[in-house]
């Protein structure tokens, strides 16, 4: 079990960029496939991206070439960079493993709100 802290959420204009930063405590972060999760107000929540121990990255077709998800195992940290943001991307961010069953338990998140 790690316990997940997630930042770099804020208020952006539509085209804008963020970068989300989630650091996950405890060792053994390299060996494990890691995700991006967002849940907008009233909708479940999904994944936005997965990074697989050796770097294979997957994305939901709604960021495809939009966003990029990216890890440094030496902090720990998983990275998602998010380009070209559009209101629809308005959302609370988590990040997780990526395996649903092996999920630990969650952060915080950070919020992402794209807006005039």
């Known amino acids: 079990q790690a316990q997940l802290v997630e930042s770099g959420g804020g208020l952006v204009q539509p085209g804008g960029s963020l970068r989300l930063s989630c650091v996950a405590s405890g060792s053994g972060f390299s060996i494990y496939a890691m995700g991006w999760y967002r849940q907008a107000p009233g909708k479940q929540r999904d994944v936005v991206a997965t990074i697989a121990i050796g770097g294979t990255t997957n994305y939901a077709d709604s960021v495809k070439g939009r966003f990029t998800i990216s890890r440094d195992n030496a902090k720990n940290t998983v990275y998602l960079q998010m380009n070209s943001l559009e209101p629809e991307d308005t959302a609370v961010y988590y990040c997780?493993?990526?395996?649903?069953?092996?999920?630990?338990?969650w952060g915080q998140g950070t919020q992402v709100t794209v807006s005039l």
């Open positions: 997780n493993r990526a395996t649903r069953q092996f999920w630990w338990n």
